[in-house]
């Protein structure tokens, strides 16, 4: 007997919204929803319906309902990952169908693999993190919960990705680095040396970028 795919709440409605429902269609849901606060002023994200606000969350929630964050800052998706799942609410995983995973590879709940995206084998990606389109994580990389790799950025092997980090779009790194927590790395940059945690840095070399 065929199972029915079960209802996907995304909460957030912009255009990082739309990137996840597209790929969650691709996966085959059928009953996509989003949450903003702007609702009911808001009431629809294209052809997606917006169905409620996050304080809605309870109400919206039941046990044929997967919960997706779609907010593009680091942040505030843990925050409210965390809030989802200390409200009992099942998070899924969205793997584009034209990603290549390769073998012995971990990803966390609540991830988001988009399309042509590759990881290699023994990988361990985290939870809520976004492997934005076209990206490469190398063979043996480690990236950390809630890390957003920008599309185009290329990791060599055996890179270290903590927590809460942004690789900004096209970025490379070389292989072996450790790149901290709740670190920027500017667009088009070219990472050679490890980078502290909280750095912001941009360059080919990347370096500091001076505080404002
Ligand atoms: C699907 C999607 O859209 S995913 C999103 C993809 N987007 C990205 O990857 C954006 C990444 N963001 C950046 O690169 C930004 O420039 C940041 C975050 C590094 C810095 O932004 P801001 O804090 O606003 O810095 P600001 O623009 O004021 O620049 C500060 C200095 O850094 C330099 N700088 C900023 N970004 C870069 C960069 N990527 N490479 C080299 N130098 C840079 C600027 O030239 C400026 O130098 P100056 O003081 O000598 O003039």
Same mark, same amino acid.
């Given at each position: 007997?065929?199972t ?10 912009g255009g990082?919204?739309k990137?996840?429902?597209d790929?969650?269609e ?6 996509i929803g ?5 609702y ?25 309902t997967h ?12 925050k409210? *990952?965390a809030?989802?799942?200390?409200l009992g609410?099942t +998070? ?9 995973i ?11 693999? +988009?399309?042509n995206?590759?990881v290699n ?20 990389g ?8 920008a599309?185009?950025?290329? +990791? ?7 927590q809460?980090?942004f690789?900004g ?6 292989? *072996? ?5 709740e ?5 088009g940059?070219?990472?050679?040396r490890?980078?502290?945690d ?6 080919n070399?990347a370096r500091?970028?001076q505080?404002?």
């Amino acid at each position: 007997m065929a199972t029915t795919k079960p209802k996907l709440r995304i909460v957030g409605a912009g255009g990082h919204a739309k990137v996840v429902a597209d790929c969650a269609e691709q996966l085959g849901y059928k009953d996509i929803g989003m949450l903003d606060d702007n609702y009911p002023a808001t009431q629809a994200c294209e052809h997606w319906p917006v169905v409620g606000t996050s304080s809605q969350i309870t109400e919206l929630n039941d046990a044929h309902t997967h919960w997706f964050v779609a907010i593009g800052n680091n942040a505030v998706r843990a925050k409210l *990952q965390a809030q989802l799942l200390a409200l009992g609410c099942t +998070l899924t995983t969205l793997v584009h169908p034209s990603a290549v995973i390769g073998g012995n590879v971990s990803i966390g709940a609540g991830t988001l693999v +988009l399309a042509n995206a590759v990881v290699n084998a023994f990988s361990r990606i985290g939870q809520g993190s976004i492997l934005n389109t076209a990206c490469s994580i190398d063979h043996d990389g480690d990236i950390g919960d809630f890390v957003h790799i920008a599309p185009g950025v290329r +990791l060599a092997g055996a890179v270290r990705v903590k927590q809460k980090t942004f690789i900004g779009i096209g970025s490379c790194v070389i292989q *072996q680095i450790t790149i901290g927590s709740e670190v920027t790395v500017g667009a088009g940059s070219t990472v050679i040396r490890d980078i502290p945690d909280q750095a912001r840095v941009a360059g080919n070399p990347a370096r500091a970028l001076q505080q404002k």
